[in-house]
């Protein structure tokens, strides 16, 4: 299960000049002063498990609560980049936030790896039994379904002045985790989705790089 009521999810992509700054930044800046920010409990990152997945980097940041994705710690961070900050994200393509509050989270934990499907869907509710369902497959570690806060995912902040890299937030998504990736080939099939109303359906599949738990920040 998510360790809070809310996320920040990211999808990425980096340019090949920026790759190794993005490492370092996000390991040694990035992540630690996210995490830092209290009502964040913790955050990880994934790389893309094979070529049909896209963009290349997806990052998660649990919250205790959505009011923490609103407030002023949060906000203060947002409006404050770093220089590095500023240099790291000049190299960010196509670039997928959404701030979301969790409607559904099951399992023991954490997987190896984890599909994400992004998609519109008017009622998100139709989606519980397919996510229950999935939380119940083979190796399955955790199956989620989080709906977007637009007003929140739009607001604009000095981190993301001058950026062309940033798209429409999603407006729903599921995650759902597994020890491997081949556990996850076969959940939350298209067809289904569509049957329960969602459209712009886009599928990832990605491996866990790191973990960053929460730790002090100054």
């Known amino acids: 299960m998510l360790m809070g009521e809310a996320v920040v999810a990211i999808w990425n992509g980096i340019a090949e000049e920026g790759r190794a700054e993005f490492y370092a930044w996000h390991l040694h800046e990035h992540m630690p002063e996210r995490v830092g920010i209290p009502g964040f409990r913790r955050g990880r990152r994934y ?66 790896a984890i599909l994400t499907v992004r998609f519109d869907i008017e009622e998100a509710e139709a989606l519980l039994p ?39 937030p999603p407006a729903q998504f599921l995650m759902i985790e597994a020890t491997d990736a081949a556990a996850l080939a076969n959940l939350a099939p298209n067809n289904a989705l569509e049957a329960a109303g969602a459209t712009q359906i886009t599928r990832g599949t990605y491996l866990h790089e790191y973990t960053r738990c929460k730790t002090a920040w100054s």
Request: aromatic share 8%.
């Open 47 to 112: 790389i893309a498990a094979d070529a049909t997945t896209f963009p290349e980097f997806f990052t998660l940041y649990e919250t205790d609560t959505m009011q923490v994705l609103q407030g002023q710690d949060y906000g203060n961070r947002l409006n404050a980049p770093t220089p590095w900050t500023r240099s790291a994200t000049s190299h960010f393509r196509d670039t997928f936030r959404s701030l979301a509050r969790v409607l559904e989270s099951r399992g023991p934990g954490m997987g190896g």
């Open 130 to 168: 397919l996510i229950r369902a999935a939380a119940e497959a083979p190796r399955v570690t955790g199956a989620q379904l989080c709906v977007a806060d637009r007003a929140a995912s739009g607001v604009k902040t000095a981190e993301a002045q001058g950026r062309s890299d940033i798209k429409e």
